[in-house]
């Protein structure tokens, strides 16, 4: 397939600029069966549950990772940490001109001023990518230096950081929020677990193809980047055990469903890298149901690229967000959904007046039975 085939027109007022509040107040688009989309609010997701379902969230937390230097030279910098390497090696994007293998960089505090802290670039990668070696561990600056790193298409500050946080988010690590979990409360978790539905953790780091858009042509050709999961053997055992009972594995982000979808190719014993599934499977079967597999437990890297033609082994149902054109992430609802149906859904979604993007509206999408 072509990038082309997963663009589309959206008015800049559809891109959410704050969050709604309540968290639960956003809206739900719902695509279940063959009918017509329904039109929910999030706090009516009990009626799209049943006791025995269970619920994967992503708990990994946004580190204030956006950090601003200034070079020798008086010119600026902006740094976004993707990935610690080693203790004091990280990968990230950095803003800035001739950001060139040897540039040093003074971290600068929240008054402009140098802070002490100093990064020099030691490795350059594609675009505005670069690895950073910096004076000392950078963690314990974060909290003083550290911006929480808002996507691009968001250009109004919160007034709370912890919004751009899931309520349940521990393990830090990410880049950016894994943004389907923002639409859940403490009482609407509550409500959940009274009436019988599992609420399950993962973590998935969240990192550069978040703001990396699919530049190839064709799909096939993007190469996603790899990203940090685990999903611990407790975890693994619930979910297998749930599942054979019955329950419906339902995937909180796009996150949750590429790292359980890992665990469960992982104990189908399937060969082969992950990043070409999904093309092995587009090449054969045209349907995306597959018999259920068990997930197994694992900690380490995954780049699954999930596109039209996956078939899915593991997850029922999904709750996600509104995406970006030509993204990755569209790639793989549509992957569910079907791609004619899932575009039609977003026409039908624009011209409702839904939110788009991180602070948007959420959607609920259920594989076919």
């Not at 001739?98 to 140098?114: A, F, N, S, V």
């Not at 929480?148 to 500050?157: D, G, K, S, V, W």
């Not at 070409?276 to 349907?287: H, K, L, M, N, V």
């Not at 593991?314 to 992957?335: C, E, G, K, Q």
Request: overall charge negative.
């Amino acid at each position: 397939m072509k990038t082309d085939d997963f663009d589309y027109d959206l008015p800049a007022e559809r891109i959410a600029q704050q969050p709604v509040e309540p968290r639960d107040a956003s809206r739900l688009l719902v695509l279940a069966g063959d009918g017509p989309p329904r039109h929910l609010h999030f706090r009516d997701l009990p009626a799209l549950l049943r006791p025995g379902d269970i619920l994967v969230v992503n708990d990994s937390r946004v580190i204030p990772a956006r950090l601003f230097g200034r070079k020798a030279s008086g010119g600026q910098a902006e740094i976004l940490l993707l990935e610690r390497t080693d203790a004091q090696t990280w990968r990230a994007l950095v803003g800035g001109r001739k950001m060139r293998e040897g540039t040093q960089i003074d971290i600068l505090d929240r008054d402009g001023r140098p802070s002490g802290l100093r990064a020099m670039v030691v490795a350059l990668g594609t675009e505005s990518l670069r690895e950073l070696r910096f004076s000392e561990p950078v963690e314990p600056w974060l909290e003083t230096l550290g911006h929480t790193p808002l996507p691009p298409y968001i250009h109004e500050a919160t007034s709370d950081p912890d919004r751009y946080q899931t309520i349940y988010a521990r393990a830090e690590g990410s880049a950016a929020a894994p943004t389907a979990g923002l639409h859940f409360t403490g009482d609407l978790l509550l409500r959940l677990r009274e009436m019988g539905v599992a609420l399950e953790m993962v973590t998935l780091h969240v990192g550069l193809d978040t703001f990396k858009p699919v530049a190839a042509d064709q799909v096939a050709d993007h190469v996603i980047h790899s990203e940090w999961a685990r999903l611990t053997p407790e975890t693994a055992r619930r979910i297998n055990e749930a599942k054979l009972a019955g329950g419906r594995l339902v995937a909180v982000g796009t996150t949750s469903m590429r790292t359980l979808e890992t665990a469960a190719l992982r104990s189908a014993g399937i060969a082969g890298s992950l990043r070409d599934i999904s093309r092995r499977d587009a090449s054969g079967e045209t349907s995306n149901l597959c018999p259920w597999k068990p997930v197994a437990a694992f900690e380490g890297r995954t780049d699954l690229f999930i596109t039209p033609g996956y078939r899915f082994r593991a997850v029922d149902a999904l709750i996600t967000n509104f995406h970006l054109p030509r993204s990755s992430l569209l790639m793989l609802v549509a992957a569910l959904a079907g791609h004619e149906r899932i575009l039609s859904a977003y026409r039908t979604a624009i011209d409702e007046e839904y939110r788009f993007f991180s602070f948007g509206d959420a959607m609920w999408i259920e594989r076919d039975a």
